[in-house]
Nanobody
Framework: QVQLVESGGGLVQAGASLRLSCAAS????????MGWFRQAPGKEREFVTA????????SYGDSVKGRFTISRDNNKNTVTLQMNRLKPKDTAVYYC??????????????????????WGQGTQVTVSS
């Protein structure tokens, strides 16, 4: 079992930056691919980004490429999402997720929410125009 707790959400203006963190506990953190997803009201859960077990491989959704950066610290069992140049359409609940995975790199499946085994409770990000 893995427990994930997100933090860092809030209300910001368009163009601002925000950093989300996800703290993991319960299992060997470096055995897990970590991902971030988001869900806006009335919309399906959307892939934001994922990072491989070592941190050497990352993947981003098209809507956040060039603005968001994912990183992880396997010594501190944390994954961070740095969000820059935020837009109102980034408004959503952001979820951290973990996938028990043996591969060294990401697979195409890591952009799908059903690939992940554990989820955090989510943190709200609201971007005003």
């Amino acid at each position: 079992q893995v427990q994930l707790v997100e933090s860092g959400g809030g209300l910001v203006q368009a163009g601002a930056s925000l950093r989300l963190s996800c703290a993991a506990s319960g299992r060997t953190f470096s055995n897990y691919v970590m991902g971030w997803f988001r869900q806006a009201p009335g919309k399906e859960r959307e892939f934001v980004t994922a990072i491989s077990r070592s941190g050497g491989s990352t993947s981003y959704g098209d809507s956040v490429k060039g603005r968001f950066t994912i990183s992880r610290d396997n010594n501190k069992n944390t994954v961070t999402l740095q969000m820059n140049r935020l837009k109102p359409k980034d408004t959503a609940v952001y979820y951290c997720a973990a996938d028990r995975f043996n591969g060294a790199r990401l697979s195409n499946a890591h952009s799908r929410s059903d690939e992940y085994d554990y989820w955090g409770q989510g943190t709200q990000v609201t971007v005003s125009s």
